[in-house]
């Protein structure tokens, strides 16, 4: 089975990284997961890591389980600038329940900006580590169009109320 990883932590090594490894050690032992597992590790979202922000460690881990994603998503002319865009947007969203309707439409906008980017770029890193043609299943397979529709058919998140505030 091909699995991968999306980890928010924007470290080389956390918890949530170590249990992951551990229970894909498990899955190699059982031949139930194809290996190595693709990983974005969460740099380019994360520049309260500034060691790692938004490129990750000059030297990238690379083991016959994980395969961290080799590049952030392409829309970082100025780190700085992108550094400053998202620890200003997380501080709204952990101040979520004080913003005015006024300033949620606009947080909402200017995270909509973001997520364009992140959007196409998980949907390139997607494409690039499917399953070789033939190992497919389709009970395996979700595509991008159905992730869009049940993407929207949820309710949106209310900022402050559990989005990224670590509640």
Known sequence: ???????????????????????????VDLK???????????????????????????EQESSALLEPAP????????????AAEWTSIRTSVAQGTALGPAERVRLHERID???????NHFSKWMRHHQAPPGRE?????????????HRHSRPRPVAGVGVGTGR
């Open 1 to 27: 089975m091909r699995i991968g990883l999306v980890c928010g932590d924007g470290v080389p090594a956390s918890g949530l990284l170590t249990i992951f490894r551990n229970v894909v050690g498990l899955g």
């Open 32 to 58: 139930l997961f194809d290996t190595p597992v693709s990983a974005d590790l969460g740099y380019s979202w994360r520049p309260d890591k500034p060691a790692f922000f938004p490129y990750g460690p000059a």
């Open 71 to 82: 590049h952030t998503p392409p829309f970082f002319e100025d780190p700085d600038l992108a």
């Open 113 to 119: 900006r973001l997520a364009v980017h992140y959007r």
């Open 137 to 149: 299943r389709r009970s395996d397979t979700v595509t991008l169009e159905t992730a869009r529709t």
